[in-house]
């Protein structure tokens, strides 16, 4: 199997798998690049199912007018584990404020 891989600094190099003698290697080699060909696979498909659940729910929202809020917050913040809050740019993406989650006063 040949493979490609290009550094940071921009060199690329090939090699190919079939000719390394040592056959422990040349198998860790085979299975470390199956990995990674897997991983590709994986991360493909979070990123298709994050933009699919992302458009269901823009088409959800689309016509609920009651829920548009009149001025988008550009920062939110969101509790950590130790109960801190954390800052979270609104251009990170799709972010919650807390509103929906406080207790209401009786």
């Known amino acids: 199997m040949i493979i490609t891989i290009k550094k ?3 060199t690329v190099t090939s090699w190919d798998t079939n ?7 040349k198998m860790d080699a085979n299975v470390i690049i199956r990995k990674v060909e897997i ?4 991360a ?4 298709f199912s994050s933009d699919t659940f992302r458009n269901n729910l823009t088409t959800l929202l689309q016509d609920r007018d ?13 509790p950590t584990e130790d109960g801190g809050p954390t800052t979270v740019s609104s251009d990170e993406g ?4 807390d509103s929906s989650t406080k207790k209401k006063k009786s």
């Open 44 to 47: 493909e498909g979070l990123q």
């Open 8 to 10: 940071d600094d921009g």
């Open 66 to 78: 009651e829920a548009i809020v009149d001025s988008p917050p550009s920062m939110v913040e969101t």
């Open 19 to 25: 000719n390394i003698s040592d056959d422990n290697i």
């Open 39 to 42: 991983l590709g696979v994986v």
């Open 94 to 97: 799709m972010t919650e404020d």
